[in-house]
């Protein structure tokens, strides 16, 4: 088993190596975006049943 999972190891390093700056740089990013989420969440969460009654309407145009 071991023998099947070094050369996938082996494969990933480098890929998880040049992740690594990536999420070091969107981590900033999604720690200002959270409380933006946060505040669309109940937006959107009146805005579903909205659109979910004008869909048919839509519909028939």
Same mark, same amino acid.
């Given at each position: 088993?071991t023998? $099947? &999972?070094l050369? =996938?190891? @082996? %494969?990933?390093?480098? #890929?998880t190596y040049?992740?690594?700056p *990536? /999420? !070091? +740089?969107?981590?900033?990013?999604?720690? $200002? &975006?959270?409380? =933006?989420? @946060? %505040?669309l969440?109940? #937006?959107?969460?009146?805005?579903l049943? *909205? /659109? !979910? +009654?004008?869909?048919?309407?839509l519909a028939?145009?």
């Amino acid at each position: 088993m071991t023998y $099947y &999972l070094l050369p =996938i190891t @082996y %494969y990933l390093l480098p #890929i998880t190596y040049y992740l690594l700056p *990536i /999420t !070091y +740089y969107l981590l900033p990013i999604t720690y $200002y &975006l959270l409380p =933006i989420t @946060y %505040y669309l969440l109940p #937006i959107t969460h009146y805005l579903l049943p *909205i /659109t !979910y +009654y004008l869909l048919p309407s839509l519909a028939f145009v």
